[in-house]
């Protein structure tokens, strides 16, 4: 893995996610969601799930994250869960239950994860973690195990 590269593309996102036009920012948001685990992304991805200008870019940036159904994904997420306004939480809900009402087995480790999650050191991960879980708890999914 080329740090350098994947840093110079993080930066390149970054100045996409800071564009006027809406379908530049989420494009932007679910380019970046690819690179959530590096610190650098982290803070463009956050302010793409809170976008103020358009709540597309909020569902299209989330829905990525959570598609990677990684701790990375889902603890920007959970972040911006503990301070969302009711708008932007009915978006990252829908989005939640998108993602997540399909597959069991995909819903039990995004349950593991926030558990995991609601002990962290960042109080903001924590409490959205908190969020999450119960959001993700209300979940019926359509396949199961046999």
């Given at each position: ?13 970054g100045e996409l996610a ?94 593991r994860i926030c558990d ?29 195990p046999a």
């Open positions: 893995m080329d740090r350098d590269l994947r840093r110079a593309v993080v930066v390149t996102l800071r564009s006027d036009h809406w379908r530049d920012r989420a494009d932007a948001g679910h380019s970046l969601a690819g690179f959530a685990e590096m610190p650098e992304a982290v803070g463009l991805l956050l302010g793409l799930v809170l976008d103020r200008g358009d709540t597309f870019v909020t569902r299209w940036t989330t829905e990525a994250l959570l598609r990677r159904k990684d701790r990375a994904g889902l603890s920007i997420v959970a972040s911006a869960l503990a301070v969302a306004k009711d708008n932007h939480a009915d978006y990252l809900h829908t989005a939640i239950f998108d993602v997540f009402s399909i597959f069991a087995h995909d819903l039990d480790e995004a349950l995991e999650m609601s002990g962290d050191t960042d109080d903001r991960v924590a409490l959205g973690a908190r969020r999450l879980h119960e959001s993700l708890a209300e979940i019926d999914p359509v396949l199961r």
